[in-house]
């Protein structure tokens, strides 16, 4: 297959260009900056067109001749200074390019959405994935399929960073004592970007996920506590003792100082991060032939040289 994919510079997206090449399809990357570096490897099976998913006029036309598409853009903090907002990024852009796949005739469609995406969800990442996930049900696609991956881990090169490298650089590598919200006991449930790039790209040929919504979550789920103490063995260190945080004390503090960037961590992002992030992994390891990577530190090796 010819396949459109979004948001092929970014973490995961660099993974699914790469399972893309590796199972015989060829792309057709959307990107904003023609200069921007994508798999250098069989570039004859990669082209580029410039574009961006908020801008619908620019999306015009760019998906003529391909099969189908993966929509991938996302982001996990905004920046409203920017126009940079989960509702413009989400929802918009998705809606944006699920528009011009169906102008183009695309007959198959996979959307990255998200852990948690409901109406009634804790912050407006989940709320805006589930108005795109919404706009893809209603668009009426022969084939799509919708994955809504946890926290996601992996080498994420030295241009990206994913969640295990941002508290290895923000939170265990610098404190002798960590601190950690309420008892640190909420649980996670984290998957490999290799896992994740497998599935988006099956997803395309099989029957099975015709019409489907996918948890992608690892088979194992870890207390946040026991988290930071595989991400401490991975960098080469003992596990650090913690401090727990009264959530009533901390909650106000993030959704002040958090909202304008003086916290690593957003109140969207805290209030996903005590809610947990877990799900049942049975359908995705069921309808997809994947290697399953434990969340270990031999896995996590990539620390040392990234965070």
């Not at 497998?198 to 992608?216: K, T």
């Not at 959530?247 to 996903?272: C, K, N, Y």
């Amino acid at each position: 297959m010819h396949v459109y994919v979004t948001g092929a510079t970014g973490f995961i997206g660099s993974y699914v260009l790469r399972e893309l090449l590796a199972r015989g399809h060829t792309a057709r990357c959307l990107v904003r900056d023609p200069g921007t570096a994508l798999v250098e490897a069989e570039r004859d099976r990669v082209e580029r067109v410039r574009g961006d998913v908020t801008d619908p006029k620019s999306l015009a036309g760019t998906m003529r001749g391909c099969d189908a598409v993966i929509h991938l853009v996302g982001i996990i903090e905004e920046k409203p200074s920017r126009g940079v907002t989960f509702e413009r990024i989400h929802y918009e852009g998705a809606r944006n390019v699920i528009d011009e796949a169906v102008a183009a005739r695309i007959d198959r469609f996979v959307l990255m959405s998200a852990n948690g995406a409901r109406p009634d969800g804790v912050s407006a990442y989940q709320t805006t994935k589930w108005k795109a996930e919404e706009h893809l049900r209603k668009a009426g696609f022969p084939h799509a399929t919708v994955f809504r991956p946890s926290v996601v881990f992996g080498d994420p090169g030295p241009e990206h960073e994913e969640f295990a490298t941002r508290l290895a650089r923000t939170l265990v590598k610098p404190f002798p004592i960590l601190p950690v919200f309420g008892d640190g006991r909420f649980r996670m449930q984290p998957v490999s970007v290799e896992e994740v790039a497998a599935a988006f790209v099956q997803a395309l040929e099989r029957e099975a996920a015709r019409g489907q919504a996918y948890v992608a979550v690892g088979r194992e789920a870890y207390p946040f506590v026991e988290i930071l103490d595989i991400i401490a063995r991975a960098l080469g260190l003992e596990p650090k003792p913690k401090l727990p945080q009264p959530l009533w004390l901390v909650r106000p503090l993030v959704h002040t100082a958090g909202r304008i960037g003086l916290l690593p961590i957003s109140p969207d992002q805290f209030e996903m991060l005590v809610e947990g992030n877990t799900g049942d992994p049975t359908a995705f390891y069921r309808d997809f032939d994947l290697t399953y990577r434990p969340f270990t530190p031999e896995n996590l090796a990539y620390l040392r040289v990234r965070a």
